[in-house]
């Protein structure tokens, strides 16, 4: 796995390192946001950890003390197990839960009944139980059907029914508290998880923009590289955070509502899929330039043209302007930057394009010339108002139409 630099968190980190990375995270976010702000675009994971607790604590409230049950402890730890980040995913998880015990009770009553308890039967349940669970498809972290079947086999058939009613209480609250008590959206998560991944580009742009100015040498180009080919992994989890916003409002009775901003999140997260792309070829183009690769003369690779760091310099604030046009739907303000940070890309190309006109070198002209077209292409694909991906941005009038 490619690593990355700085402010990025390594991917062969230990657990701790990552804790502690993520808490220096979130701290930073704080401080720069400030408190107010953060809880609003935390909202939906503090609504739903107060609804988890709540129904977790009715749960064992119910089964202690109206239900009197032997372990009513068991009933919140249904609720843990059933509820998921949306309501759609809760309900089926509820369902495979209940499933799954069903599964387990049956087996394990049949089983002891057929050859009694010994070893044998406690090996046939757990072989049956994992292969049951690959069999029905549910997840790989759902293995209730061997450890209801242990329990049956340990404590008798008679907690069974037990453990059925305490897993059907569990899972109904579960499923309750998700989708009828302010269901999660994540909508507004995913416009986070957009800008995130648009705020890591305008900072790779903008790294390379200034290195460029510098004595920019190979490893330097190769962390650019690095750095573009980590932010993959950032995209999935950007694609990942998309679909679910889309998974979230499936079982809302209202879920036209939601059709204009989860249209701009999926348009978003593809703008940026190929915007991360087409960032990556620049870096490669950079590293081939520097290494002499297919022939590229190395002796003038450092020496290029001062509008080529302009023009990543633009892209930078493309991206950051574009970034704050997914949270919450962005600002005429942030759109005016992004206008006008393309047209001055677009000047410093035609700069770029001039200067690169007067290469002989066949090879370092081809280089060149992809160069050109990925920049280009960058900002095509943020274009709001002739590029392919309108949807992309929040609804404002163009000013030439006031």
């Keep these: 796995m490619d690593t990355e630099s700085g402010r990025r968190h390594d991917r062969a980190a230990s657990p701790l390192e990552r804790i502690v990375s993520g808490g220096a995270s979130v701290l930073g976010r704080v401080r720069s946001m400030g408190v107010g702000r953060w809880l609003r675009m935390e909202r939906e994971s503090l609504i739903q950890t107060v609804k988890v607790t709540a129904a977790c ?34 309900v089926v998880r509820g369902l495979q839960q209940v499933g799954a015990v069903v599964v387990g009770v049956g087996a394990a009553t049949g089983l002891i009944w ?42 008798g058939h008679t907690y069974g029914f ?20 302010l269901p999660p959206r994540f909508v507004e998560k995913a416009g986070k998880e957009l800008a995130r991944l648009s705020g890591e580009l305008a900072d790779l742009a903008g790294d390379m923009s200034r290195g460029l100015r510098q004595d920019w040498d190979s490893d330097m180009a190769q962390g650019w590289l690095d750095r573009a080919r980590g932010l993959s992994q950032l995209l999935e989890e ?7 916003a889309a998974e979230s409002v499936r079982l809302s009775l209202r879920r036209r509502r939601y059709d204009r901003r989860l249209s701009q999140v999926a348009e978003a997260a593809a703008c940026l899929d190929h915007a991360c792309h087409q960032l990556r070829g620049l870096a490669r183009g950079l590293v081939d330039l520097i290494g002499g690769a297919r022939g590229l003369p190395v002796e003038r690779a450092a020496d290029l043209p001062e509008p080529l760091a302009e023009e990543l310099e633009a892209l930078s604030r493309v991206f950051r ?15 005016e930057e992004l206008r006008a940070a393309l047209r ?59």
Aim: hydrophobic share 50%; net charge negative; proline share 5%.
């Design 114 to 155: 057929l050859i009694g308890v010994n070893v044998v039967t406690m090996a046939v349940l757990v072989v049956a139980g994992l292969v049951l669970t690959r069999l029905l498809n549910l997840p790989a972290q759902n293995v209730q059907i061997p450890i209801t079947a242990l329990l049956v086999f340990a404590l």
């Design 57 to 90: 604590v009715l749960g064992w409230w119910l089964a202690a003390y109206v239900l009197k049950v032997d372990l009513p402890v068991l009933v919140p730890i249904g609720v843990l197990l059933t509820v998921s980040a949306t309501a759609y995913s809760t």
């Design 344 to 402: 001055d890309g677009e000047r410093e190309q035609r700069l770029l394009a001039d200067e690169f006109r007067r290469t002989r070198h066949v090879a370092l002209g081809s280089l060149q010339g992809a160069m050109l077209d990925d920049c280009a292409r960058i900002r095509h694909e943020f274009d709001p108002d002739n590029g392919p991906h309108k949807a992309a941005f929040p609804r404002r009038p163009h000013p030439e139409s006031t």
């Design 321 to 335: 302007a574009f970034g704050e046009l997914q949270l919450g739907g962005g600002g005429q303000e942030e759109l």
């Design 238 to 244: 950007t694609k990942d955070a998309a679909d679910q």
């Design 162 to 181: 037990e453990r059925l009613s305490d897993v059907l209480l569990g899972a109904g609250l579960g499923i309750a508290a998700n989708l009828l008590i």
